[in-house]
């Protein structure tokens, strides 16, 4: 079904299973930055970085000058430095929680934020039974500031997707600030190469939530680039092979360098993959023209209508005629 003309025909089964209520929006700091205008992961070490004062030479100041640096991306790969070794340098040069306060401090938004995408995806993560569920490993409060009646949970304390009851309102994977954007809320709070694979591989606890979660929802990603580190180490960590059920799917741009790809740089995006990435559009003004489709009827409502409407516009034998596209 396309949303919006010349847009890409997002998979019927897809907006199915979205009015089933099995559907997961899995979100990344792209959110955040369409209209509240927070950092990106990068963007974000550079800013901890003044917070703390780090030394003009010191490694992690050296490595963000190389990780912001255009000439070190290559198209559909992204950047050759992973963003979490920034975070994982200045560890070693500051005290753990002085670098997390000054993370609380630097995605603190300014002003009134504008959460038009946030209210999208809201919109589309709420079942036609009024039950919400989004997870999104952004450590700032916006999808909370759009409904503030949301269940919030944070690790360790995750809830169990096999549980209807258990599972519900926003999920912050990799941890969340506190009120004041002064110090992180969770015992957890995910930015260093370390603290990912601690969470993806030797405890392995973000790993299990998502893999829970593939066995019950088909998960949509939306607001991430090919070098995000929350991609690399899921990828990673799932071990996912071509073949496998087509249980995850990625919305993302045109520009070649903000692709998912798989971490050997082999582009997941065929139908027999367990990534099925919809592209060729501007992710959130179609998240948007969705969601005033989800707040009138259903999708498979409109997917019906839509039907209808071309069968209605084709030819009949009988009579000429153009067929009009829709």
Not at 109 to 123: F, K, M, N, Q, S
Not at 212 to 241: K, M, T
Request: aromatic share 8%; glycine share 10%; hydrophobic share 40%.
């Amino acid at each position: 079904m396309r949303f919006v003309a010349n847009g890409p025909l997002v998979p019927d089964e897809l907006l199915v299973a979205r009015d089933n209520g099995d559907v997961i929006f899995f979100c990344g700091a792209g959110v955040s930055q369409q209209e509240a205008h927070l950092p990106s992961f990068v963007e974000l070490g550079g800013k901890v970085i003044e917070e703390l004062g780090a030394a003009i030479k010191s490694p992690a100041r050296t490595l963000f000058s190389r990780a912001k640096d255009t000439k070190h991306h290559i198209p559909g790969v992204g950047g050759l430095v992973v963003a979490d070794r920034i975070f994982s340098l200045l560890e070693r040069e500051f005290e753990t929680n002085d670098v997390r306060a000054a993370v609380a401090k630097a995605i603190k938004p300014v002003g009134r934020p504008a959460l038009g995408a946030h209210r999208d995806i809201l919109t589309l993560a709420t079942s036609r039974a009024g039950v919400t569920r989004l997870v999104t490993t952004n450590f700032d409060l916006l999808f909370e500031k759009c409904n503030r009646t949301l269940k919030v949970s944070g690790p360790p304390h995750l809830p169990d997707p096999r549980s209807d009851k258990e599972f519900r309102g926003v999920v912050h994977l990799h941890g969340r600030v506190d009120k004041t954007y002064t110090r992180p809320e969770d015992d957890e709070f995910v930015v260093s190469g370390a603290d990912f694979g601690r969470a993806y591989l030797s405890d392995g606890w973000a790993t299990r939530f998502i893999q829970a979660l593939l066995a019950r929802y088909q998960v949509v990603f939306i607001g991430y680039a090919a070098d995000d580190p929350p991609v690399q180490y899921l990828l990673e960590a799932l071990n996912l092979r071509a073949g496998a059920p087509a249980r995850m799917y990625a919305f993302q741009g045109d520009s070649g360098d903000r692709g998912l790809r798989r971490p050997s740089g082999k582009v997941v995006a065929s139908a027999r993959s367990p990534l099925m990435i919809v592209r060729g559009f501007r992710p959130f003004g179609i998240l948007s023209q969705a969601g005033l489709n989800a707040r009138g009827t259903s999708m498979a409502g409109t997917i019906r209508c839509l039907r209808a409407r071309r069968l209605a516009r084709k030819p009949s034998t009988h009579t000429a005629g153009v067929a009009s596209p829709i």
